[in-house]
């Protein structure tokens, strides 16, 4: 295990959908996304779509080669398998386990990062000993099913300009949009259907660094 807890970088964080990657799995897709550039990847399945068995696989062979990359891997809701992977950390959401007793359970080593929809919830996030929020939805989104309401670019620039925290920019955000999410100062974005919905995955990747970069430097 590494001394020192991994940096949330800055640029484009995956985050695994097989059932929206066209038919290719996790593992493929992660290739690609690794070949392209990627700076973080998120391994997000849930049951009954995929047992503990299928996901504990999956996220084996996901670490290996995130691991070969040098590029942090975090592993959504699952306590239990980000730590027999020995992922670089965990993602959870208001409803989930509390961020105190993930980090009881992973120790001081591993990035937790927790999702936010509110200025109080980034207080309660740095209160709590998070490493990283997630800021969104910014914008509409169907990826998942219990998702909270958009929150707009308002929050996010409180966000911004407020959060000792890193930040994380999902919900939405799509190669029209993300140039306008960088000119609100975020630095970290996150997709899922964008990029493991893309017919060339590797190149989506790279368009949205340059679209990213774009954005950021108006």
Request: with cysteine; charged share 25%.
């Amino acid at each position: 295990m590494s001394e020192q807890k991994p940096i949330l970088p800055g640029g484009i964080y995956g985050i695994t959908a097989e059932k929206f990657s066209k038919g290719r799995s996790n593992e493929t897709v992660v290739r690609e996304m690794i070949r392209g550039g990627i700076a973080v990847i998120q391994y997000r399945e849930k049951r009954p779509d995929k047992s503990h068995r299928q996901m504990l696989t999956e996220c084996r062979r996901i670490r290996a080669l995130t691991r070969d990359a040098g590029i942090p891997f975090i592993v959504n809701d699952y306590v239990d398998i980000a730590l027999l992977v020995d992922a670089d950390g965990v993602h959870v959401g208001q409803d989930d386990l509390p961020v105190p007793e993930v980090r009881r359970l992973v120790g001081p080593d591993k990035i937790i990062g927790l999702s936010t929809h509110a200025p109080e919830q980034i207080r309660q996030a740095e209160a709590q000993g998070a490493d990283y929020i997630g800021v969104g939805p910014i914008f509409s989104t169907r990826t998942k099913a219990d998702v909270v309401d958009p929150v707009g670019f308002e929050y996010l620039t409180w966000a911004v300009q407020n959060s000792r925290l890193p930040i994380a920019a999902i919900g939405g955000i799509k190669a029209h949009n993300i140039s306008q999410v960088a000119r609100h100062g975020a630095r970290t974005f996150c997709l899922v259907t964008e990029i493991v919905g893309a017919q060339d995955i590797a190149g989506k990747v790279g368009e949205l660094q340059g679209m990213m970069g774009e954005g950021a430097a108006r």
